[in-house]
T-cell receptor, first 116, second 112 residues
């Protein structure tokens, strides 16, 4: 069966410090991978998605970047955090687009980032 | 779906009462629609999905949703609320770009 893990679960960082959140998927190959952010009262915001190694699409210009160094690994990074980067970050995967693709997403446990 | 609208950011019901969370989508062919639940500080968990089969879809924890094309709706219901149903619920639909489009979420509170 497929599983998705992200870490760390909780992170408190000072403004201006770097960030690295990691996400890995097991039990599937060539998944689509996603990073979402939830800020208080603002629903789910899609930040990045990837359809393959080294292929990253950014939905919102911001202080963050994403990388996919391996097929089942997705990393969210920042060189210098801002206060506005605080939020709950969710990694997700979906099956590759084929016949009968529905777009169903499978989410990780989430990472709570607080920038002080 | 090109857009998904959830009516009501907060819904409060008494324990044992009917739960009704509303979701409307903009039309697309074919519509693939989902309801997810999120408990505090956790990821989203799939409750149920509509993928062009039966219009009444049953999910986990006693929830169900009915796809009504004429009303472009996919409302989530549960006959009798339980305290453990308190969570945030998200409706989502497949967009034209191949990504899921989410509603803004509805927080369900259950009063004893």
């Amino acid at each position: 069966s497929q599983t998705i893990h992200q870490w760390p679960a909780t992170l408190v960082q000072p403004v201006g410090s770097p960030l690295s959140l990691e996400c890995t998927v097991e039990g599937t190959s060539n998944p689509n991978l996603y990073w979402y952010r939830q800020a208080a009262g603002r629903g789910l915001q899609l930040l990045f998605y990837s359809v393959g190694i080294g292929q990253i699409s950014s939905e919102v210009p911001q202080n963050l970047s994403a990388s996919r160094p391996q097929d089942r690994q997705f990393i969210l990074s920042s060189k210098k955090l801002l206060l506005s980067d605080s939020g709950f970050y969710l990694c997700a995967w979906s099956a590759a687009v084929r016949a009968a693709y529905t777009g169903e997403l499978f989410f990780g446990e989430g990472s709570r980032l607080t920038v002080l | 779906a090109q857009s998904v609208t959830q009516l009501g950011s907060h819904v409060s019901v008494s324990e044992g009462a009917l739960v009704l969370l509303r979701c409307n989508y903009s039309s697309s062919v074919p519509p693939y629609l989902f309801w997810y639940v999120q408990y505090p500080n956790q990821g989203l968990q799939l409750l149920l999905k509509y993928t062009s089969a039966a219009t009444l879809v049953k999910g986990i924890n006693g929830f169900e949703a009915e796809f009504k094309k004429s009303e472009t709706s996919f409302h989530l219901t549960k006959p009798s609320a339980h305290m453990s149903d308190a969570a945030e619920y998200f409706c989502a639909g497949l967009g034209s770009q191949g990504n899921l489009i989410f509603g803004k979420g509805t927080k369900l509170s259950v009063k004893p």
